[in-house]
């Protein structure tokens, strides 16, 4: 069993920043990658970025390329989401997933464990 904890969500204004923190327990050594994802009202949850536990790659959704960086704290089995330039649209909840297996990251169906979300609103 793997178990994720995200925090760091809050309200910032248009251009602001913010920091997430996903915290990862348990079977971490079966970690292939941890993503994070985020679901709009009304909208599919779509992939963001995500992080491969072994070769520290990473990858981006086009929409958030160059405004998020994704990272690790190995002592601390932490993942951030590190989102600045925010925009309106950015507005969602942001869950972290870890999958177990190599393939492409992108792909929703392939994570195994999901945190709880947690709520990103960007004013305009």
């Known amino acids: 069993q793997v178990q994720l904890v995200e925090s760091g969500g809050g309200m910032v204004q248009a251009g602001g920043s913010l920091r997430l923190s996903c915290t990862v327990s348990?079977?971490?050594?079966?970690?292939?990658?941890v993503g994070w994802f985020r679901q709009a009202p009304g909208k599919e949850r779509e992939f963001v970025a995500a992080?491969?536990?072994?070769?520290?790659?990473?990858y981006y959704a086009d929409s958030v390329k160059d405004r998020f960086t994704i990272s690790r704290d190995n002592a601390e089995n932490t993942v951030y989401l590190q989102m600045s330039s925010l925009k309106p649209e950015d507005t969602a909840v942001y869950y972290c997933?870890?999958?177990?297996?190599?393939?492409?990251?992108?792909?929703?169906?392939?994570?195994?464990?999901w945190g709880q979300g947690t709520q990103v609103t960007v004013s305009s």
């Open positions: 992080y491969s536990w072994t070769g520290q790659n990473t």
């Open positions: 348990g079977r971490t050594f079966d970690a292939y990658a």
């Open positions: 997933a870890v999958r177990l297996t190599p393939g492409r990251f992108d792909r929703r169906a392939t994570y195994a464990y």
